[in-house]
């Protein structure tokens, strides 16, 4: 054990960037569990009447998850994993690989405050959707990019703003985010909810999750909730 945990300090001093530098490989799945992290799954809260809910995947659901929650009109958001196969898988799973899930949240929102559309533009800007099976220093197709749909409007919103993304030459390189018909959404361990809020020393948080959200935040500042 006090290998493993040298170990874990080790990856952290050098910048250990990746999503699972915090506890998602073996070596600090071990560790995590013996610090006492609640590794039952979260549970999925209650659709409120008017309410409605989206699911997105793009990369690390750390800070997909915080820039989510920061919007108004925006109630509560929940890590997990969709797109894949298995049956409530756990996050080894997902990392091993095989599940075909990606990791992504959902959006619990009211559509008189904050629209479908507008989700979209954040979701586009606050990744990177160009980039295959990758987001920054994580790669898998479980760190994918994808918006999921729920409904024919939904399919064509999304199509659309990849259309105006692509036409405002944002990014570089051709946009291969997934439009994928919404099946399941699996929520992620309760350790996983709040981790950019609840962890801000973390090394990830800090060297990957943090920029990504003040580059998100600087760009849209009219949409964040004064306490985020």
Not at 87 to 103: C, I, L, N
Not at 146 to 164: L, N
């Amino acid at each position: 054990m006090m290998m493993k945990r040298l170990l874990f300090l080790m990856l952290a001093a050098v910048g250990a960037a990746s999503c699972d530098a915090g506890s998602g490989n073996p070596v600090t799945a071990a560790i995590a569990q013996a610090d006492g992290r609640d590794h039952r799954f979260a549970e999925l809260p209650k659709q409120l009447p008017g309410e409605a809910v989206a699911t997105f995947a793009s990369g690390c659901y750390w800070c997909t998850e915080h820039v989510f929650e920061s919007l108004k009109g925006v109630r509560t958001v929940i890590s997990g994993h969709s797109g894949g196969t298995a049956v409530s898988p756990t996050y080894e799973q997902v990392y091993r690989g095989g599940t075909g899930h990606a990791e992504a949240v959902q959006v619990y929102y009211d559509p008189k405050v904050i629209s479908f559309p507008t989700l979209l533009r954040v979701f586009f800007v606050q990744h990177d959707p160009t980039t295959l099976n990758r987001q920054g220093p994580d790669s898998g197709d479980e760190y994918r990019s994808v918006a999921f749909y729920r409904t024919p409007q939904e399919k064509q919103q999304i199509e659309a703003e990849i259309k105006r993304v692509t036409a405002a030459k944002r990014y570089a390189n051709p946009i291969v985010t997934e439009v994928t018909a919404f099946k399941v959404f699996y929520p992620a361990e309760r350790y996983h909810q709040d981790y950019f809020k609840n962890n801000p020393n973390d090394p990830y948080v800090r060297n990957v999750s943090t920029p990504r959200f003040n580059k998100f935040a600087k760009e849209f500042p009219q949409l964040i909730k004064p306490e985020a």
